[in-house]
C-alpha cells in the first residue's frame, strides 16, 4: 500500500503546474485523499481533499480558485492542478489518505486536515516558484 506524489518542479509566478499523487496496493474509491505541502520553517498545512467516491473537493482558503483537485478512476490516481502560482506556494508537496468520513462536508475545515487521520503517506515533490 503506497502513495507515489510527482509533478513538483521550477515554475515562475503565474505559471501552471500539475502534481500527481498514484495509488498502488489499493483502490482509491473507499477512500479520501488529501494533499499537504511544507514551507521550509513552517509546519506543514493541508491544502486540498477530496472524498473519492464522489469527487467532492475542499480547498484551503489560500489556494480556493486558484488549486483544483480531480481523480481519474483508471488510473487510480489523484491530481492537483496548480495555476496561478504564487512564490509563497513554494513548498514540497505531499499527498496522503484517510478514511472518506474525515473529509465529510460536516466535518470542520482543521478536522479535514488532521494529519494523525491519514494513514498513507506519499515522499513528497518539491515546487518551486521563482522568476
Known amino acids: 500500500v503506497q502513495l507515489q506524489a510527482s509533478g513538483g518542479g521550477l515554475v515562475q509566478p503565474g505559471g501552471s503546474l500539475r502534481l500527481s499523487c498514484v495509488a498502488s496496493g489499493f483502490t482509491l474509491e473507499y477512500y479520501a485523499i488529501g494533499w499537504f505541502r511544507q514551507a521550509p520553517g513552517r509546519e506543514r498545512e493541508g491544502v486540498s481533499c477530496?472524498?473519492?467516491?464522489?469527487?467532492?473537493?475542499y480547498y484551503a482558503d489560500s489556494v480556493k480558485g486558484r488549486f483544483t483537485i480531480s481523480r481519474d478512476h483508471a488510473k487510480n490516481t489523484v491530481y492537483l492542478q496548480m495555476n496561478s502560482l504564487k512564490p509563497e506556494d513554494t513548498a514540497v508537496y505531499y499527498c496522503?489518505?484517510?478514511?472518506?468520513?474525515?473529509?465529510?462536508?460536516?466535518?470542520?475545515?482543521?478536522?479535514?486536515?488532521?494529519?494523525?487521520?491519514?494513514?498513507?503517506w506519499g515522499q513528497g515533490t518539491q515546487l518551486t516558484v521563482s522568476s
Open positions: 477530496m472524498k473519492i467516491s464522489d469527487s467532492s473537493p
Open positions: 496522503a489518505r484517510a478514511f472518506e468520513a474525515v473529509v465529510h462536508p460536516t466535518a470542520s475545515p482543521d478536522s479535514k486536515f488532521r494529519e494523525e487521520e491519514y494513514d498513507v
